[in-house]
């Protein structure tokens, strides 16, 4: 597909990742001091609140569908409302469009706007679907003969995270205090985590409930858009604690999504399938056809003050399990998925070592220190670092983007209880 034209020039530029033919949905702090519903289009939003209330735009019978200022509402309409907000939104930025000159009234500079959360997350579920991520951290800790757990090959593997420490961009993460045992200590301490990671994920969001197993097809229908998402992660933490269940208070500091969520509509020219399969999988998670994307991804490190280095470059192509087989997987138990529920890809990782998608991978364990372009070296983050995920599919002289996803680490609390007993 060809880059669409706007009369909003800067959308027609092959740099901006919000061209016509993207159209994300996000929200924002408008002047009037509430969060918007807006459109991202080159360098600017295009205020849909706004439009509502004016009139100009309407959801069916749905009065107040983007009075909310998040995409929460205007999710659960469905698809085909999706599709003719699409439609509709594209005729009114499309160049030529014969309400251009009005339609200005409604755009706000994106420099400068406080971006928000642009949906309500009702649940969040992270996955452990990279086959290289997995291989190499297996590795790590199980040898190479062990690598793989008898399951992966069969099974998405994923845990149920936690929905309230998920933030949007722009917002700052805490180091955080847990129970750390080193492999020479009798018995745990409490102390500030130091092994503080980035995970490069993506995480494809629910706007379609259900109430019993679907199949992969309906999966991927029920599939609003995606983001970009990082899981921060603290390793020191996750090794005394992971083992019998799994990941708990390791993963539940913070979970930051891009700003913007790229519907999946905006995403069909880029399907890719997934890898041959190694293993026959069960029928109910057997793909129809194509389900993953073509997004290139990476992720830059700027330690505080100074110059971002780029640290991996990876694609979410790279995945075993696409978004719709995980989603089908979560509903094999019966298990209701609702509206806003946030599905986290887990971490992506290429088969290169300057592809993997977190620093437990990019420095073996912290055997390798990675080097940065100011000749600092880390093993993992330390206080004051920046991380920025960017992700792109890339068309014939236009992109479609996420926008930044970024962080900065704060140092621990001196007293995470303040004194309290």
């Known amino acids: 597909m060809p880059l669409l034209k706007s009369w909003v020039e800067s959308a027609n530029s092959p740099d901006t990742d919000f061209p016509l033919n993207n159209l994300p949905y996000g929200s924002f702090r408008a002047e009037d001091g509430e969060a918007h519903c807006g459109i991202a289009i080159g360098d600017m939003i295009l205020d849909v609140t706004t439009l509502e209330a004016d009139g100009l735009v309407q959801m069916d019978d749905e009065d107040t569908v983007f009075a909310f200022g998040d995409w929460t509402e205007f ?6 409302a999706w599709a003719a907000f699409r439609a509709t939104a594209t005729e009114m930025l499309a160049k030529g469009a014969p309400d251009a000159e009005a339609l200005t009234a409604y755009l706000v500079p994106q420099a400068g706007a406080r971006m928000l959360m642009p949906f309500m997350v009702a649940e969040y579920t992270d996955f452990y679907a990279s086959k290289n991520h997995a291989t190499n951290v297996g590795t790590m800790f199980r040898g190479a003969e062990n690598a793989l757990p008898q399951n992966w090959l069969s099974i998405p593997i994923g845990y149920n995270g936690r929905a ?21 200590d009798d018995l745990p301490r409490f102390a500030p985590c130091v092994r503080f990671d980035l995970e490069l994920e993506m995480g494809a969001i629910v706007g379609v409930p259900s109430e019993g197993p679907v199949t992969v097809t309906e999966a991927d229908e029920m599939l609003f858009g ?80 100074k110059p971002e280095t780029v ?27 609702s509206v806003g529920d946030l599905l986290g890809s887990g ?75």
């Not at 999710?75 to 085909?80: K, V, Y």
């Not at 420490?165 to 722009?170: E, I, L, N, P, T």
């Not at 995920?389 to 002289?397: C, E, N, P």
């Open 75 to 80: 999710m659960s309409l469905g698809p085909a």
């Open 226 to 305: 995606y983001v970009l998402l990082n899981d921060w992660s603290a390793r020191d933490i996750q090794a005394w604690e992971y083992q019998p269940l799994g990941p708990f208070q390791s993963k539940a500091t913070a979970t930051t999504i891009s700003p913007w969520i790229v519907p999946k509509a905006a995403l069909e020219p880029f399907r890719v399938s997934t890898p041959e399969r190694e293993r026959v999988l069960l029928d109910y998670l057997k793909e129809p056809g194509p389900m993953l994307y073509d997004i290139a991804l990476e992720v830059g490190l700027a330690p505080e003050g």
């Open 311 to 337: 640290i991996a470059r990876t694609n979410y192509k790279e995945m075993y399990y696409s978004s719709a087989q995980q989603l089908a997987h979560h509903t094999s138990s019966g298990c209701p998925m």
């Open 347 to 421: 971490t992506i990782s290429g088969t290169t070592k300057d592809s993997r998608g977190a620093l437990l991978e990019l420095t073996w364990g912290g055997k390798e220190p990675v080097t940065l372009d100011s000749g600092e070296t880390r093993n993992f983050l330390e206080d004051g670092d920046t991380l920025t995920l960017r992700g792109a599919a890339k068309g014939d002289g236009y992109r479609v983007g996420f926008g930044d996803c970024t962080g900065t680490v704060l140092p621990a609390l001196d007293d995470p209880y303040g004194g309290r007993k």
């Open 164 to 184: 309230s420490s998920v933030v949007v961009s722009g917002t700052d993460v805490r180091r955080p205090w847990g129970q750390l045992k080193g492999p020479n």
